[in-house]
């Protein structure tokens, strides 16, 4: 219980404070590790995962570990649409059951594709001075995928925050993943939704610091990275992969109620165009 919030945040372990006033121990979580966040930063990068930092689907992907590199019929009939996440679980409670282990998982995600451009786009987010961005991942996959290719990467330290539903191991060895919130968007799979998670964000980290950023980014690809960026203002940037969904519903969005829509728009196909925009936006 108390765990999930760690489990969902990678936050590094901090003591815990003695003679607080009562609350719930996420809140007390939450408040705590905002003292690791400097509050000078000028801006706010969001990315997705799946398709968009790595170049194919975790939850896809993992089905490799199964016998046959393939789910069973039966399996996959029990998908129902708006119940992603409890069809994920089934998946991996079926992967345990054939054997597989953490170690076999594990190795799948370090292999995952890094999406092209995007080490380079890692490499000018750290070579900024450190007052310029503050980075934040916000993904429907779950802690355990997104930790192992992080990891693996060595592009872990450049996230200050990750958002995504938390998953662990029980003694039994099955990977077990929860819901990372519930909310009530209707565009939104029943256990995420990101506008939520990125208008929390920024609106508690503007209170901590007392001003707001200068510019707020969001880089992904999917249907569920449109919702949050429906929620970005017009000096904020949304870089939608090209011809993926979140491009396609931004388009729409645009021709059928103008003005909707408020983020400037920047389709990229590599992570070195979100870095040529970037570049200019930093400069000013
Ligand atoms: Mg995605
Ligand atoms: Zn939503």
């Known amino acids: 219980m108390g765990d999930s919030f760690f489990n969902c945040c990678y936050v590094p372990p901090h003591p815990p404070g003695e003679g ?35 170049d194919e689907t975790s939850d896809d992907m993992v089905v490799q570990a199964a016998p046959g590199h393939h789910l069973p019929g039966w399996l996959k009939d029990t998908y129902h649409p708006g119940r992603y996440n409890e069809y994920m679980q089934r998946v991996l409670a ?8 953490e170690s076999d998982m594990r190795t799948i995600m370090e292999k995952l594709p890094t999406t092209p451009g995007m080490l380079t786009l890692f490499q000018f987010l750290r070579a900024r001075p450190p007052q310029d961005f503050e980075v934040v991942l916000v993904s429907d996959a779950n802690t ?5 290719w992080l990891r693996r990467t060595g592009a872990r330290q ?11 191991f029980n003694k039994d060895g099955r990977l077990v993943m929860r819901p990372f919130h519930s909310h009530d968007c209707p565009r939104c799979p029943d256990n995420m939704c990101k ?6 964000y920024v609106a508690r980290r503007t209170q901590e610091r007392g001003r707001p950023y200068q510019r707020i980014f969001y880089v992904g690809d999917g249907a ?8 970005l203002g017009p000096r904020d940037v949304a870089f939608p992969r090209r011809d993926f969904p979140m491009h396609r519903l931004i388009t729409e969005t645009h021709e059928a109620m103008p003005g909707e829509f408020k983020a400037v ?3 990229w196909v590599s992570g070195e165009d979100v870095v040529q925009r970037l570049r200019k936006l930093v400069a000013e």
Do not use: W
């Open 144 to 148: 355990f995928f997104i930790e192992s």
């Open 94 to 101: 079926y992967l345990a059951e054939q054997g597989v282990t």
């Open 195 to 200: 506008q939520v998670v990125v208008r929390d």
């Open 265 to 267: 728009t920047v389709p």
């Open 224 to 231: 569920n990275d449109f919702c949050p960026a429906l929620a």
């Open 158 to 168: 450049l996230f200050h925050r990750i958002f995504t539903n938390p998953a662990t």
């Open 20 to 54: 607080e006033p009562v609350r719930s121990r996420r809140t007390e979580i939450m408040a705590s590790q905002s003292t690791h966040i400097p509050s000078d930063k000028r801006f706010i990068i969001f990315f997705d995962f799946d398709e968009t930092i790595v």
